[in-house]
């Protein structure tokens, strides 16, 4: 089936040192996607989104890129921060049968901050 | 409340037995998810609700697990004659409405089945 997937399932960075996080989603049809925020023990944490009609969005410290002529999402964090280190997911909001709001998520990148 | 609530944090039950899992949503939030979790995946989709009724229940494994939402807030998520393999996180959500608007997750319920 289809399925949002990560290109790297581990990145390390030095602290202060920018980050980026990629994901590619195979299905065209998704309208809406999210990056989520995973810390041991803890359920995921909305980090930014992007709607389709959009190719960058810019948060605190993080900015969203989408290319929907590759498929392909992007997660930057500038100047990352030991507390940054976490597990990054994207996820694609799959429109099927009408108005689902189905989250589909890939498997995830750890990112690992070295002080 | 402030944030989605999960309770219990743990579980543990033995092979066989049933159980129960519940959420308390953002209050005023609508729609309900919940979503399975095994160690270094990312969280599987179960089921979907809006208001009362369960508007996408495509990723229920099998038939031994049922969830429902009879007024609209709390979720209870129910497995029958649990297995091994359903030792997982379970984790809930909820957001506002339709449409494209955030999910905010809760901490899960950690169920072990022995």
């Known amino acids: 089936g289809e399925s949002v997937g990560l290109h790297l399932p581990t990145l390390s960075v030095q602290e202060g040192d920018n980050s980026i996080i990629n994901c590619a989603y195979s299905n065209s049809a998704s309208d809406y996607f999210i990056w989520y925020k995973q810390e041991s023990g803890k359920g995921p944490q909305f980090i930014i989104d992007i709607r389709s009609n959009m190719d960058k969005r810019q948060g605190q410290r993080v900015t969203v890129l989408l290319n929907k002529t590759v498929k392909h999402l992007s997660l930057q964090i500038a100047a990352t921060q030991p507390g940054d280190s976490a597990v990054y997911f994207c996820?694609?909001?799959?429109?099927?049968?009408?108005?689902?709001?189905?989250?589909?998520f890939g498997t995830g990148t750890l990112l690992a901050v070295q002080p | 409340g402030a944030g989605v609530s999960q309770t219990p944090s743990n579980k543990v039950t033995e092979k066989g037995k049933y159980v129960e899992l519940r959420c308390d949503p953002i209050s005023g939030h609508t729609a309900l998810y919940w979503y399975r979790q095994s160690l270094g995946q990312g969280p599987e989709f179960l089921i979907y609700f809006q208001g009362t009724g369960a508007a996408d229940d495509s990723g229920l494994p099998n038939d031994r697990f049922f969830a429902v939402r009879p007024e609209g807030s709390v979720s209870t998520l129910k497995i029958q004659r649990t297995e091994r393999g359903d030792s997982a996180v379970y984790l809930c959500a909820s957001s506002q409405g339709q449409g494209n608007t955030e999910a905010f997750f809760g901490q899960g319920t950690r169920l072990t089945v022995v």
């Open positions: 996820a694609e909001k799959v429109r099927e049968r009408g108005a689902t709001n189905k989250l589909i």
